[in-house]
């Protein structure tokens, strides 16, 4: 298998019934241990054979397997695991088979007559006597791809590509990039897919995740904290369109649902537990005490409501029970720790129930793509920040890893 998310992994995930009955097969009969071959390798330096040559159903069990561990921990340390690892294991089958049919990205072998003579001797470099054999290789465009469909993934710059009646030339090395940000973007799809249903995938996915969670926390140890998506003071400027829009203030047929539904919820789970292993967790079981939801959450929460037009606590007093109520504290305005768990700590509404019921909140930009939830896309975006640093920190001659 080449490519998890390609033409011959979604026939064998149809050929299980989809997704779901797949991952409750696999909990079945996948034995944790076989999954987690697939992370150990990261720091190996060369590949087991019994990994890359894997057969086609057991490459998809295992592989899926981690996407439904995943599921508990979006865009944490686990992620940043399985990412790194997979793409390492895929991309070596892919250098070692010569051939890109069944990849999720259409790119094409290059023909001859694709580039014209001169073109292909300066770019190739084949008029450089000195450059040995392995050295033109990695110049020779040995790949093509419509230039529509390599705009969607491509984020480096466009002035050292050939780019010919269409179609953008790839070198291996650029095809290979090029397929490791669309396997990315398919990671990241099926995870925020598989968060919405977390809580009814068996317990064989709560078990495979904490192990992961054990090698991912070994593997990052120096930097745990950067990825781990655990509490942290709020990122104001990472927060989604729908919680900016709520924080400015809104209309009366808005405030409730802006106020008391969206931010009351986003805003307790992104500082005090962005990422929650269950929907039914309470706010005594990731605090101590109240001083976060005092003095860090709820003034936020009352700023954005005087924002309203009317403002929303002047006009409904009692609104401020209800948001104590949405917390998990019942409806007080004087609760203590040990009320948590009276009420339900109501988790953030998905994107699909935000745009059905309060459209005007719903102003998309480009992160919120694939996304489901605003709170994966808080995670997301620390997440992607703290992935380009390490990258600066890297290039400049830090820590490699």
Not at 75 to 93: D, F, H, K, P, T
Not at 133 to 145: A, F, T
Not at 177 to 198: C, D, G, P, Q, T
Not at 225 to 232: D, H, I, L, N, T
Request: some cysteine.
């Amino acid at each position: 298998m080449l490519d998890p998310f390609g033409r011959d992994a979604k026939s064998i995930v149809r050929e299980f019934g989809g997704i779901e009955a797949l991952l409750r097969r696999i909990a079945k009969y996948v034995d944790i241990k076989n999954v987690l071959k697939r992370v150990e390798v990261l720091d190996m330096g060369e590949l087991p054979e019994d990994v890359v040559n894997m057969r086609d159903h057991d490459d998809v069990l295992t592989f899926y397997a981690l996407l439904g561990a995943l599921a508990f921990s979006p865009y944490g340390i686990e992620m940043e695991l399985v990412r790194r690892s997979n793409a390492r294991i895929y991309r070596e089958r892919i250098k070692r088979s010569g051939r890109v049919s069944g990849l999720t990205i259409p790119l094409e072998p290059t023909k001859p007559s694709d580039i014209p003579e001169r073109d292909r001797m300066i770019l190739e470099k084949t008029l450089h006597g000195e450059i040995g054999e392995e050295e033109r290789k990695r110049h020779r465009l040995k790949y093509r791809i419509k230039l529509s469909s390599f705009l969607r993934l491509w984020e480096g710059s466009l002035k050292d590509l050939y780019i010919r009646k269409g179609y953008a030339y790839l070198t291996e090395d650029q095809a290979l990039k090029l397929w490791e940000k669309a396997f990315e973007r398919n990671l990241e799809r099926s995870v925020n897919l598989l968060y919405e249903i977390r809580d009814e995938l068996p317990g064989y996915y709560e078990e495979l995740y904490e192990r992961l969670s054990e090698l991912a926390r070994e593997r990052f140890k120096e930097r745990l904290g950067k990825f781990s998506g655990e509490a942290q003071p709020l990122r104001f400027e990472l927060f989604p369109p729908c919680v900016k829009e709520a924080l400015k203030g809104v209309p009366s047929g808005l405030r409730n649902y802006a106020i008391t539904v969206l931010l009351t919820s986003f805003l307790s789970y992104a500082r005090v537990c962005p990422n929650p292993p269950r929907k039914n967790i309470r706010i005594r079981d990731c605090i101590n005490d109240l001083g976060v939801i005092e003095n860090e959450i709820l003034p936020v929460i009352i700023e954005a409501g005087n924002r309203c037009k009317p403002p929303l606590f002047e006009d409904q007093p009692h609104e401020i029970k209800n948001i104590w109520y949405h917390l998990g504290f019942g409806l007080t305005d004087k609760p203590s720790l040990e009320d948590s768990g009276n009420s339900t700590w109501y988790f953030p509404p998905n994107c699909d129930k935000i745009r059905a019921n309060a459209p005007q909140l719903c102003k998309p930009d480009r992160h919120c793509r694939s996304i489901k939830n605003p709170l994966t896309y808080y995670l997301r975006r620390l997440y992607l920040e703290n992935r380009s640093k390490e990258r600066r920190k890297e290039e400049g001659g830090g820590e490699n890893g």
